[in-house]
């Protein structure tokens, strides 16, 4: 509690009567130097003990944080699509660039990539919707994030899960409260509400069965997986009967068809309730519950396409075949679903959709088959087909381009406040500053670099051992940043272009052939004659071929008006931490940079680290970049201070694949994509 307020005066202090005045100020005088010594040393004292207990270093700065991020153009890759149970609007789309959800009407999307703690540079292997959770699985466990209160929270082995690893997951329909995880080294049942995991591993009851069990189907009355043969099992399927905690198995033994089998490796499973189906070596077999045996449905010859993707609705089944299958298991007739004229209002082609279809995800909620391809495209789409009435709208990935921006989007070069990208519908400028797009050519470039006010874009012509010599094409052009139109072209015919050479004009433009005798030919791009013309190539020209110094280079080197760097290295460095040898007019020096531990998948074997791109920022080259495998370094040469930028600062991947660093920004690829930060 505060004192009780008083009406008494507050005087100033008296000082002692026998005290002369002299004496008293110089007194006072040495009493505040004494008082502001002793605070400016346990200043200093707190101060130096924050820097030790932080890792003061004044050569190594690792605390920084990254500043905005200006844009991003996600590169989907590899995608999975999860229908949302509750509202049938909805897919859930996941993949290396994150989490995303889409609204199959509006064509919203909501990005959960920097909403959802934990998941910036994971391997995502699954996602679930359980009421208002969001079950993630990614390499190192499961992730529980509350849509509604923004919260979330990781379960690993340490809170009971069979393993970290490999993660599927399978809600069960008859029990909201209970979450079936598949795991590498198990089956797993994680109580939501309680946050309580029970695992089952050599009770499922076929040998080696800790060893990637998949969970295909949950009713109210069994519990479904395979088993598939590895170098611990020869694999095989078990059920759980979930009222009397029975386990029973099926090896592989019994999936054979009159041959020998070895093994049981299937391409999918479905069941539905007492029935279930699965693939083997190309066979559908149908569970019998009358004689507890596995006949087979269909037959299979080489070179019929794979059955895959499997799913089972009462008697009917569905697959995927070459094209989407239907088949009666009791008569075992099949037909082709998929149709033409299912694609009459589609906005896409029944051709394309088709020879892109690669995945298949039964939405039970809502009685329909959610079909997509293996990786994001503007040429084909999600499609949502009805069991019902057989039903397909279709949703274009072109329609979302206004979020992508660009699909399938790789680094060429970078200058000022352009970035040059290749990207599924060709060569691209992107102006930064004005947030523009701009086609440079219709097709992809094996080279694009910015000199001056231009584009320097090649084609190189390669053959890998055998291939036809005469019918191998290069090209050259040269296209104005101002007016994004083509100044110059040329081609070369008949030869291979393995290497190129781009000088600080266009003027400086060469292409050159290596063949397996060692010999080697050299041609130059008259930008005025239109032509590509052969060379004598002992020319006064102190060059390497470009490509062939940046894939074996090992050393960069700059001179500026503080003077000149050589930067050494090694691109393959052993353990947590990455050498580099600096020399200058002051001589040679190394500096160390720590890059922490990699965060391991299952098969990882060494904690080497890896280099794999490296850059002077062009405004200011004191200033070296270095892209690792394990985040982004910033050197500065003359000082030998270093930052080491990872997701927790920022990124959205710490495994960095290329960096070219700008005036006011550094463009980074990696497998999420490509990304413009401030630093």
Same mark, same amino acid.
């Given at each position: 509690?505060p ?5 008494q ?6 000082q ?51 500043e ?7 590169n989907? =890759?590899? *995608?999975?699509?999860?229908? #949302? ?6 897919? &859930? ?14 064509q ?28 993630? =699985? ?52 994680? $109580? ?31 519990? &479904?997986l ?9 694999? =095989? ?16 033994? +019994? ?34 519950? $009358? ?28 697959? &995927? ?58 040429n ?28 399938? %989007? ?21 102006? &930064? ?16 670099k ?18 036809? *010599? ?15 139109k ?19 004009? %266009? ?11 060692? $010999?080697?030919?050299?041609?130059k ?61 002051? =001589?040679?020096?190394?500096v ?35 892209? $690792? ?10 000082t030998?201070?270093?930052? +080491?930028?990872t ?5 959205a ?7 070219i660093?700008? #005036? ?16």
């Open positions: 509690m004192p009780p307020e008083t009406n005066a507050v005087t100033p202090l008296q002692p009567p026998n005290v002369p005045p002299g004496k008293r100020h110089f007194g006072l005088l040495i009493t505040v130097i004494v008082a502001g010594i002793l605070l400016l040393c346990v200043a200093l004292a707190w101060f130096i003990f924050l820097r030790f207990r932080a890792g003061f270093n004044a050569k190594n700065v690792n605390n920084l944080n990254t905005t991020i200006v844009k991003y153009f996600p989907f =890759g590899s *995608i999975v699509v999860k229908p #949302d149970p509750i509202d049938s609007r909805y897919l &859930w789309l996941f993949g290396q660039a994150g989490i995303m959800r889409v609204d199959t009407e509006s919203e999307i909501v990005d959960y990539a920097g909403k959802i703690p934990g998941i910036k540079n994971r391997s995502l292997s699954d996602l679930v919707r359980v009421g208002e959770k969001l079950f993630i =699985g990614f390499q190192g466990g499961l992730i529980d994030y509350n849509l509604n209160t923004k919260t979330s929270k990781q379960y690993s082995t340490a809170d009971g899960l069979a393993s970290s690893s490999n993660i599927a997951l399978n809600p069960d329909p008859s029990d909201s409260d209970i979450l079936w995880i598949s795991t590498f080294e198990g089956l797993s049942k994680l $109580t939501i509400s309680s946050g309580r995991i029970q695992s089952f591993t050599a009770e499922i009851g076929i040998s080696g069965t800790t060893w990637q069990p998949r969970v295909f189907h949950v009713d109210d009355k069994y519990v &479904w395979t088993i598939s043969a590895n170098a611990y099992t020869t694999g =095989g399927i078990a059920r759980l009967d979930k009222r009397t905690g029975v386990w029973k198995s099926w090896g592989y033994e +019994l999936f054979h068809y009159g041959r020998t089998p070895s093994r049981f490796d299937t391409y999918g499973a479905a069941a539905d309730g007492d029935r279930a189906i699965v693939e083997e070596d190309g066979i559908i077999y149908s569970y019998n519950l $009358t004689k507890d045996e596995w006949l087979p449905i269909t037959t299979y010859h080489q070179s019929d396409p794979v059955k895959r993707e499997i799913t089972l609705k009462g008697t009917t089944a569905y697959f &995927w075949s070459g094209t989407l299958k239907e088949l009666n298991i009791d008569t075992a007739v099949e037909w082709d679903l998929l149709q033409p004229s299912m694609f009459a209002n589609a906005g896409i082609s029944f051709d394309k959709f088709s020879k892109a279809l690669l995945r298949i995800e039964f939405d039970e909620s809502h009685g329909r088959l959610i079909l997509y391809p293996q990786s994001v495209s503007s084909t789409g999600i499609g949502i087909l009805s069991l019902k009435n057989k039903n397909l709208p279709v949703v274009p990935f072109k329609d979302f381009e206004r979020f992508f921006a660009l699909f399938n %989007v790789n680094l060429a070069d970078a200058s000022g406040s352009h970035i040059i990208l290749n990207t599924e519908s060709g060569l691209v400028d992107y102006d &930064w500053s004005k947030n523009i797009t701009r086609e440079l050519l219709p097709h992809v470039a094996s080279v694009a910015i000199v001056g006010n231009k584009i320097v874009a090649l084609n190189l012509a390669t053959c890998d051992m055998l291939c036809d *010599i005469k019918s191998l094409v290069a090209t050259s052009s040269v296209i104005s940043l101002e007016t994004a083509v100044e110059a072209a040329a081609t070369i015919t008949g030869t291979t272009t393995d290497a190129y050479y781009i000088g600080d004009t %266009v003027n400086d433009i060469y292409l050159f052939t290596y063949n397996y005798k060692n $010999t080697n030919k050299g041609y791009f008259d930008t005025t004659d239109n032509q590509i013309k052969s060379i004598d190539l002992n020319f006064p020209h102190t060059w390497m071929p470009q490509e062939l110094y940046n894939s074996s280079g090992n050393n960069v080197s700059v001179s500026n008006s503080t003077g000149s760097y050589i930067v050494s290295f090694d691109r393959r460095q052993i353990g947590d931490a990455i050498t580099l040898s600096v020399r200058s007019s002051n =001589g040679e020096q190394n160390q940079i720590p890059v922490g531990p990699e965060e391991y998948n299952h098969w990882s074997t060494n904690s080497d680290t890896q280099i794999t791109s490296y850059a002077f920022k062009p405004s200011s080259q004191n200033v070296f970049w270095i892209g $690792t495998d394990r985040g982004l370094i910033r050197l500065d040469v003359n030998l201070e270093h930052r +080491l930028f997701t927790n600062n920022g990124l991947n710490n495994n960095i694949s290329k960096v660093p700008a #005036d006011e920004i550094v463009v980074i690829q990696h497998p999420s994509g490509v990304y413009l930060y401030h630093f």
